[in-house]
């Protein structure tokens, strides 16, 4: 009953205020910690999850998510632990998980791959607006003032207008929504350690891949678990059309993660799980693959593809209904792209 009322009231508060008020006029995150085991927790921001671990020396955060969230986490950690963060490492540079970190910045060092700082530079001045950009450009010169942005460019404006000025650059709609992002202090290309308070976190680099090229896996060994975001998620169909190319790469993640010692696994989104929930997503995506390639080869189209394809052995994972027919339209996209995939 709460949340309708919130919610209504949301909706009222919008048509005040106007569309480019939406974000402020949402309902209050869902937020909560978990204990994982020992001294790991999993903290949420509705859908989206972070770790940390409590050690004597301080606390070693794992995905700041929004600077809001890090603001409600402080306090809590204040609060329960008496500890500060003095580490923030992040899984990669994703707005949507990256946010937020300089709400750590009096006592935390920033630790994460050594490709999230290519990803965080600002290209060059003169970058020309990126196609779905350049489609909103109404007035065509070349950057997005507000009342031209939808989507991903209008909720997160502010978000791509690094410098503040009211437009986004063609520069700005390249580098993408990360201007709340805290960059890396200390970035690593292949593995890394860090010590503190007599625990260990390790941070293992995941490859090039589908979602992206600076992906860790965060192992925390005291604890046997590791953290993954986007790339794995337990119990949880794979994001919408699967991102871009290079399905081979992402399940040669998939099993060097496999082949590491531990017994949990907690990802950026889904549930808390096994090492066999790990191989089940890649089961998932090879069923996925074989059954799409099959119709394709057969003459379907993808409409009676998504029709036809029900991958019912995860009919229980998050998502199912809504991602299915788009995890089928990503999979036949890839396929269509890789002809001769090794
Ligand atoms: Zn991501």
């Known amino acids: 009953m709460q949340k309708k009322s919130l919610f209504l009231l949301g909706t009222g508060a919008l048509a005040l205020l106007g569309a480019g ?13 978990v204990n994982v085991s020992g001294n790991l927790y999993r903290a949420s921001n509705n859908t989206h999850h972070a770790v ?16 809001d969230f890090s603001r409600w986490l402080r306090g809590q950690l204040e609060q329960r632990f008496g500890q500060p963060v003095k580490y923030v490492v992040y899984s990669h540079h994703h707005w949507d998980h990256a946010s937020g970190g300089a709400v750590f ?17 600002m290209p060059p001045a003169d ?9 909103m450009d109404a007035n065509d010169n070349g950057a997005l003032e507000q009342g031209e ?36 202090d200390v970035v690593y290309s292949d593995h890394m350690s860090i010590n503190l308070g007599g625990e260990q976190v ?51 993640s998939i ?30 995506l090879e069923e996925l693959r ?21 991958m019912e052995r995860y009919r229980d994972w998050m998502n199912y209904e809504e991602w299915r027919p788009l995890n089928i339209e990503g999979m036949y996209t890839i396929l269509g792209n890789e002809t001769a995939a090794p």
């Open 21 to 33: 008020m939406a974000a402020q006029a949402q309902e209050a995150p869902t937020r909560e910690i």
């Open 52 to 67: 940390f671990l409590v050690t004597d020396a301080g606390i070693i955060l794992a995905d700041p998510i929004n600077a």
């Open 105 to 121: 910045d009096d006592t935390a060092i920033f630790v994460g791959h050594e490709n999230m700082l290519r990803n965080l530079a």
């Open 127 to 135: 970058t020309a607006l990126p196609e779905a950009a350049k489609a």
């Open 149 to 184: 942005t939808s989507g991903n460019y209008q909720a997160n404006f502010a978000l791509f207008d690094a410098d503040a000025n009211g437009v986004i650059s063609g520069a700005e709609a390249s580098r993408g929504p990360v201007s709340a992002v805290r960059a890396p």
């Open 202 to 252: 390790e941070l293992l680099y995941a490859g090039v891949m589908t979602h992206g090229d600076d992906m860790s896996i965060i192992r925390f060994p005291s604890e046997r678990t590791i953290f993954v975001v986007d790339w794995i998620s337990i119990g949880r169909l794979p994001f919408r059309t699967l991102g871009t190319g290079m399905l081979n790469a992402w399940l040669n």
């Open 255 to 284: 099993r060097m993660a496999e082949a590491l010692d531990y017994d949990t696994v907690v990802g950026g989104h889904g549930q808390i799980g096994g090492k066999d929930g790990v191989t089940a997503v890649r089961l998932y």
């Open 290 to 310: 074989d059954q799409v390639a099959a119709g394709m080869a057969a003459g379907r189209s993808l409409a009676e593809l998504q029709e036809s394809i029900r």
